[in-house]
């Protein structure tokens, strides 16, 4: 095993190696950990730490801890019927616009993957919605859904199914977030499934071919398994994300009508900046911080056992 | 039969090809119209012109801003690139003690909302006489927990014989990382340069917060004052605007889409 002196470690032996061959190892990936564990303690640890703070003291309106309140901020917010609402919203914003990001971007992805022409084009218009902000797309839905401009407004009102501005209902706010999200969503998932999708051997298929399964049975039997590693990790990444949408929130509704679309990561920045008042905004933020670790960690005990890797 | 099948295949994916596409389309055409003939519900006009993108360059400092974002996204591209390949090469091939502790402290940061951190965030960057500069509006972003994540992923592909057979020939480290892992992991390298570069190109709360001058101030901080000021009355210049804004997007996802078809033709490594 040792047959040069540079300390790369032994693929998976057991600890049986001597102190000071531990310590070189151990030397090595510090160098190599450095750089991001800086960083992230600074601007990532440090933060969190003095929110975790804040959340305990009621504050003054500059921020500065006034006294020291234990738990009241919770108690107060969790006897909020407008962050228990918002609580509501958020969840059901998170799950429609996560399962339906990563159910398009696979189903664009299984469709362009097939030898075929064209299918340049196709990657790149699939792809397009993958780098645009969340400002660009919210100016372009509020026009689009613009009752007196928009081609989707109008055409609502032609139809009869809505005559005033989408974004005024409750519900039609709601849609429209979710539209957005999808829209915006797709095109990274799509592009990392189209990736997995080329890894997965054309031999797989063949004998599928052979044993004359139909394409539904292709799909759940031979691409999903082989994709779950990129389907595990973009349902990690699509959920957090959608608990973090803050942008179009702030551009197309504004959390209203009647605090509908006001989800948490919205109501910690207007209880923060917009009602200075700190301690609750930070208690917000942690009670945020706290369902995302745990969409995290339940996502990482029930997936990744399922999931297929090299 | 099957000239059938593929005919509605085509169908399909056009159809949702013209779809996903349609709100950019959409808005490039408005971009060219004048707003009287928008603001008329007239988006048939072929009255087109760019006189909506010489009123934008001429009444906002949208290249100013586009400049800054450009650097921006650069620099903290760059960074994270650097910074991220180093941690997720030691969480894929070395062996360290706490490995599986750590690994979780970053994937923790995963589950840190931005939103809980930027009130003391804005403090460090103030205290560090950071406010309103590229330092302030990069630093805070090199390290990503997620792009270690992604890398990682990639990084756990590379064959075992690769391994074993580069610790054979004595290849150190730095060797490895840059003869073997990289090559081997390349589409993924480009998905997270492109990801990485858009990302931040499109960062908008904490530059709404850190800049206050046209020096610094970028393209989404000038969109949201533009579509604040504005919604009612000039569509044409809000739409070329934003148009503008997208279009260094447009570029660069092409760009890689050429690049990904290349790449992802040539196959296997060839080491």
């Known amino acids: ?310 | 039969m099957t000239q059938l099948k593929h005919a509605n295949h085509y169908f399909w994916l056009i159809l949702v090809a013209l779809l996903m596409s349609a709100p950019i389309l959409i808005g490039i055409w408005a971009s060219l119209l004048p707003t009287a003939d928008i603001a008329a519900g007239h988006l048939t006009s072929t009255n087109i012109s760019l006189a909506n993108y010489v009123a934008a360059i001429q009444t906002t400092p949208v290249l100013r801003y586009m400049a800054n974002s450009f650097i921006i996204a650069i620099l903290i591209t760059a960074g994270q690139l650097v910074l991220c390949t180093l941690a997720a090469y030691a969480f894929a091939f070395l062996d360290f003690r706490f490995k599986k502790q750590i690994f979780a402290l970053f994937l923790i940061t995963m589950m840190l909302p931005f939103e809980a951190q930027i009130i003391p965030n804005f403090q460090t960057v103030r205290t560090l006489g950071w406010l309103d500069s590229y330092a302030g509006l990069t630093i805070p972003f090199f390290a990503s927990a997620f792009g270690v994540f992604m890398l990682r992923q990639a990084f756990l592909q590379v064959p075992n014989e690769l391994h074993e057979y580069s610790q054979l020939i004595g290849l150190n480290h730095l060797q490895f990382l840059f003869r073997i892992v990289l090559p081997y992991s390349r589409s993924t390298i480009v998905t997270f340069v492109l990801y990485m570069f858009l990302t931040h190109w499109n960062d908008y709360l904490w530059p709404l917060i850190t800049t206050f001058t046209d020096q610094y101030r970028t393209t989404q901080v000038g969109l949201k004052q533009l579509q604040a000021q504005d919604t009612f009355s000039n569509w044409g210049v809000i739409m070329a605007t934003a148009i503008l804004i997208l279009l260094p997007t447009l570029i660069v996802l092409i760009i890689g889409q050429c690049y990904f078809r290349k790449g992802l033709n040539t196959g296997g490594l060839k080491a």
């Not at chain 1, 006294?67 to 909020?80: M, P, R, W």
């Not at chain 1, 539209?179 to 298929?205: C, E, H, K, R």
């Open chain 1, 1 to 310: 095993m040792e047959l040069h002196n540079t300390p790369v470690a032994a693929p998976s032996t057991t600890t049986s190696g001597t102190k000071g061959r531990f310590l070189k190892k151990t030397n090595a990936a510090l160098w190599f950990l450095l750089p991001s564990l800086v960083i992230l303690a600074v601007f990532t640890f440090y933060p969190m730490i003095m929110t975790a703070i804040e959340s305990l003291f009621s504050t003054n309106v500059r921020g500065e801890l006034a006294q020291f309140v234990g738990f009241s901020n919770y108690a107060e917010i969790f006897s909020d019927p407008l962050f228990l609402k918002s609580l509501v919203n958020t969840f059901i914003f998170v799950i429609t616009a996560g399962l339906g990001t990563i159910a398009l971007a696979l189903f664009l992805a299984s469709m362009v993957t097939e030898k075929m022409r064209g299918s340049g084009f196709f990657r790149t218009a699939f792809a397009s919605t993958m780098g645009i902000s969340g400002a660009v797309a919210s100016v372009l839905f509020l026009f689009l859904f613009n009752p007196s401009v928009g081609v989707l407004g109008i055409l609502l009102k032609d139809i009869g199914v809505k005559q005033n501005n989408l974004v005024a209902d409750p519900t039609g706010a709601m849609i429209i977030l979710v539209v957005v999200s999808i829209w915006m969503g797709t095109g990274f998932s799509f592009l990392n499934l189209l990736g997995a999708l080329q890894s997965v051997p054309a031999d797989y298929y063949a004998v599928a071919d052979l044993a004359g399964w139909s394409s539904w049975q292709k799909t759940w039997k031979i691409t999903i398994p082989m994709v779950s590693p990129t389907l595990f990790f973009l349902l990690v990444v699509e959920i957090i994300g959608k608990f973090k949408t803050f942008t179009e929130i702030d551009l197309i509704t504004g959390g209203g009508p009647d605090n509908a679309t006001n989800f948490i990561a919205y109501k910690v920045y207007t209880d923060a900046f917009g009602n200075r008042n700190f301690g609750i905004a930070a208690s917000e933020a942690l009670v945020l911080t706290a369902i995302i670790a745990f969409a995290t960690w339940f996502q990482f005990r029930f997936t990744e056992r399922k999931v297929y890797y090299k």
